[in-house]
């Protein structure tokens, strides 16, 4: 053989092998390119799967959020009316008469007063101090009877060691603490 035919036969192997380098490597790149893509859509799943999973999440939270707050409203609007419904109690008493406020006053100083204390009447009270002056329990217990300031109406026992706040506020706000299950049983089913 001669030199050129060497040279061309080299160049022929050459030119085979370079083209199946290249055909290799377009090969590799393919299947690169495949797996690639595979993985971008394994990638793309599991990333919209996560986030289905966290929209849910989320979802339920704000469900949650929701129902709390519903019931917060609820609470402050039974509040409210348990509030509203005192207040109508203590106007109630405030607009007793006359006749009706002294027999209630009775009633308290028959079953609080002792011997020697001092009647303070809410000075918005329809009552003077001799109207409460003249009750047989006032006499008999030696009270002494005073008007006092707006406190609420009622009255307070004023006393040598202890005072008894029968104001009608002290007395609703007593009531509302004795009874607060019942009252929360009745309000808040």
Same mark, same amino acid.
Do not use: H, W
């Given at each position: ?5 060497? &040279?061309?036969?080299?160049? *022929? ?14 090969? *590799? ?8 893509? #595979? ?5 793309? &799943? ?6 289905? #999973? ?5 979802? +339920? ?5 929701? #129902? ?15 509030? #509203?419904?005192? +207040? ?9 008469? !006359? ?6 006053? +009775? ?34 217990? !030696? ?6 300031? &707006? ?7 004023? !006393? ?7 104001s009608f506020n002290a007395i609703l706000a ?9 009252? &929360? ?5």
């Open positions: 053989m001669n030199e050129q035919s060497i &040279s061309k036969k080299i160049i *022929e192997d050459a030119t085979l092998q370079a083209e199946a380098i290249i055909n290799n490597a377009i090969s *590799e790149a393919d299947e690169q390119r495949i797996a690639t893509a #595979r993985q971008a859509d394994l990638s793309v &799943s599991e990333i919209e799967e996560q986030a289905k #999973r966290d929209g849910e999440l989320l979802i +339920e939270r704000r469900k949650t959020l929701a #129902r709390l707050d519903a019931k917060k409203i609820a609470l402050d609007c039974k509040q409210e009316l348990l509030a #509203r419904a005192f +207040e109508i109690a203590r106007q109630k008493l405030n607009s007793l008469s !006359g006749s009706d406020y002294l027999k209630f006053i +009775e009633k308290q100083i028959a079953s609080y007063a002792e011997k020697g204390d001092t009647v303070c009447i809410c000075g918005s009270a329809p009552l003077s101090v001799a109207e409460v002056s003249a009750l047989a329990t006032v006499k008999e217990l !030696g009270l002494e009877v005073v008007k006092g300031d &707006s406190f609420g109406g009622g009255i307070k026992l004023l !006393g040598k060691k202890t005072d008894k706040d029968l007593q009531f509302a603490l004795t009874n607060a299950q019942n009252i &929360s049983a009745i309000i808040f089913k």
